[in-house]
């Protein structure tokens, strides 16, 4: 079998935005299995705003993952099939999601650095292995269940209430009984969406002023909010805390693409409504993924939760899939199909 | 017996400083008892930062208490001695803390928003009911423990080490097994009372440069930070953070004479670090004030826990006692004590 790999790589460091230019697709050969090595297979590609960070030059102050060099394979989480293995823990025809990079094959050791999560058989499409059932909904989960500590009767602030996190903790919120659960989200067609998946009212923030519909769905503040965004969402939010409120900084889409972070201005008046304001990063939560996975799973059974994914067909759509999520068209999480043929159950 | 009150009022709202003409003393007669009410004897006064806040005109924007209007008996806690009681709850002899005010003698219906504490008998001295055991004590327990969840092993940060509350919380810190303690404080002497007490380290705010010190006490951050000072030691410390560090904002003396709040402006690092800032307010905690107390005053009966005291003797002392505190002259809890005689057990 002479496997040919299709691979993205880093053609140019990006400065602010991103274009064409800084992506660079090649082709190489896949190399033979040694002892200790598994093959695997890419069937899905994870797209995430964070990616544009990996690529900036010196990984724009990111430490988490190394920084990429020219010339070097894109990072990125992705889901696969083992179809050949020399390691103990993997069989052929086990599913795995984790740094797989933008590339049709992997030859893997499998090392902790790559951060490989071996997906339990629940007869669901693998592909919800990048969204309720992975990352994005240990990222939901834990982000908010976790950090944000929420009650039955809470009222629930969401910011990206259509993104892939957003609309899961949507779903979480009256899943586990909160009362009032308020989205915001750029566009009718996001907000309509997010209504169809459980949010009581929705903030359009590219129609409404943002505090006015704040003071008019949840006069009396939020308990939590979940903040996928940043910026002056985050800022004008902050004016409805209630006494003793949990902000979850989960995202700062909005802030990705500015040469300095905002910061709040009004971020100090934590102080006089002891509230939180909490960092979140899912990697601190290991010890949770498998609660959070067998949760999601629970509640996708039971009808209660239904993964918003943006599916992008064909692995040459990367470069575009990435440089849209920043200008906010997707709904959902965003994912690139890269195996031909129908949606696969595992 | 023809009692008289003597009273501390608001003479001029304060602007910025406070100074002696902000003041006026009176005199005045205590009213008969009707049914329900309680005759109070004032034996100690608290002195707190906030204080000058209730002075300004409309109390500064904080809304937990009334604000002061001119001609009024300043707002303040105190201990004190039930002498005649037509309540039901309160003999005579029964020892309160609360709302008191400052003066000699109140007449109250002790109502729920004058926050009257009935003391416990520990056959300690009284006046600990402004200090470990009352609300200095539960804003040191409540703060640190709920707030900051230290764990056995962690390295804490305390500002105004040398405070009422801070220097609770470096024994508090001790007691549970905290690995290392640093304190900041301002002087030698304060640096010298707090390291008897068991920090492990201590930083004069006034001589040494807090960051290069904080790199040499805690080379890899802190866990928890209290910090009950606020402005720029809030910042430097907060490049000190370790990944899922909370960081604890009890107090901002620093910050009280200030026009404008200032913000940390490295404070959206949370992000990166998952770390928690955790805005607290001593009212949020009621339901854990006994518990707090039990545990202080079993500190203190094993010798693990020392109120720090600074006792200012006689009722006509109290504007210069408040006025000093924001100089930073007080080391420990500043208590005016109102009564003469020796000190009294209860």
Redesign the interface.
Known sequence: MDLINRQWTVAEHPISELVEKHFKYQESSVSKLVEGEVLLKTHYLNIAPVMRMYMMKGGA??SREKHLKIGEVIHGRGIAEVLESFHPDYQVGDFVHGQIGWQTYKVSQMKQEERFIKMKKRNLPVHYGLSALGMTGYSAYCGFMDRGQPHAGDTVLVSGAAGGVGSLVIQIAKAIGCKKVVGIAGGPEKCAIAMSLGADDMIDYKKDDIESKLDEYMPEGFDVFFDNVGGAILESSLNFMK??ARVV?CG?ISEYTLPV?P?P?N??S????????????VY?HTHQFSEAEDKMAGWITDNKLSPLVDMVDGFDKMPEALMGLYSGTNIGKRIVKVIDGPEVLY
């Open positions: 102050g990111i006494r003793g900084l700062g972070r910061i201005q971020i100090m934590i102080r006089s409504k002891a509230a939180s304001i909490l960092g979140f990063l601190n």
